[in-house]
């Protein structure tokens, strides 16, 4: 289960290293790196902390059925972050240049 995790981890670190050392200017090459990583795992901490309590509290009781698909918090969940995660790579393939 920690690979299936990790993966994606590892390929967001991948390519956004690449990104931001072309981004960034090279004096300050150092000091965005020393920002962005800390940054990018506590967003990840946090959104463990955030999915975890709206499941238990705000979403506890939801149960929703479409179409013959029922749908529970943690559904609503996957679904939501998977929608984040579709309309980032939209605007990222958008604002990269040469897309």
Not at 2 to 15: D, G, H, K, R
Not at 22 to 47: C, H, I, K, T
Not at 48 to 76: D, K, M
């Amino acid at each position: 289960m920690l690979a299936i995790y990790a993966m994606p981890i590892a390929m967001l670190n991948t390519a956004v290293a690449p990104l931001l050392m072309d981004a960034a200017p090279r004096e300050y090459l150092g000091r965005v790196m020393a920002v962005f990583m800390p940054v990018n795992q506590f967003a990840s901490m946090f959104s463990v902390v955030v999915s975890g309590w709206l499941t238990s509290t705000v979403l506890r009781s939801f149960r929703a059925s479409f179409a013959g698909i029922t749908v529970n918090s943690v559904s609503l969940i996957f679904i939501m972050a998977g929608a984040l995660i579709f309309a980032s790579g939209v605007r990222a393939f958008s604002a990269l240049p040469g897309a």
